[in-house]
């Protein structure tokens, strides 16, 4: 489980009502746009791409207020920022991309463009393993997650 360390928490997270779903409509948009904004700024400092619905997950839990996120609040949040991108049927594991696919696949073919690899066929091990993939970490763990795990 990955810790909280060097991560700049914002001010909600210490307020105990943001722990709750909130009842009135205004308010419950407003936490959970902070907390989509909250769950993937963390993911891609961390350089996490799936939040498991029921595993831990640090900032689910904040133990110096006592708090945590109830099963129905994680999977509001989840699914508000996810929307499509659960990865099975029963809703427990979602992808988090803090770029669009689209942002991503421009990524992608950025790289295959600046590596010569337009017009030839490799394979994800071949790019994994190359020179060219060397300071490209977020880029080859989405694309070995994406296309070997699933």
């Known amino acids: 489980m ?3 360390v060097d991560f700049k928490l914002p001010h909600f997270f210490n307020y105990p009502p943001y722990f709750t779903l909130q009842p009135v409509r205004d ?3 407003k936490q959970i746009q ?3 904004e909250l769950i993937l700024d963390y993911c891609k400092t961390q350089k996490i791409f799936v939040i498991g619905l029921e595993e831990e997950f640090p900032l689910f839990t904040n133990h110096v207020i006592e708090r945590s996120l109830t099963h129905e609040a ?3 949040f989840l699914s508000a920022l996810v929307s499509e991108a659960w990865m099975d049927k029963g809703h427990r594991k979602c ?3 803090w770029h669009r696919i ?3 696949a421009d990524i992608l073919i950025q790289f295959a463009k600046d590596n010569g690899l337009e017009d030839g066929v490799v394979t994800i091990e071949e790019i994994r393993s190359g020179t060219e993939s060397q300071g ?3 880029l080859l763990m989405l ?3 994406l296309f070997v795990k699933l």
């Open 102 to 104: 689209q942002d991503w």
């Open 27 to 29: 308010t419950r948009e």
């Open 2 to 4: 990955q810790k909280l």
């Open 74 to 76: 994680r999977a509001a």
């Open 95 to 97: 992808l988090i991309l």
């Open 34 to 36: 902070l907390w989509k």
């Open 136 to 138: 490209t970490g977020n």
């Open 143 to 145: 694309m070995s997650y």
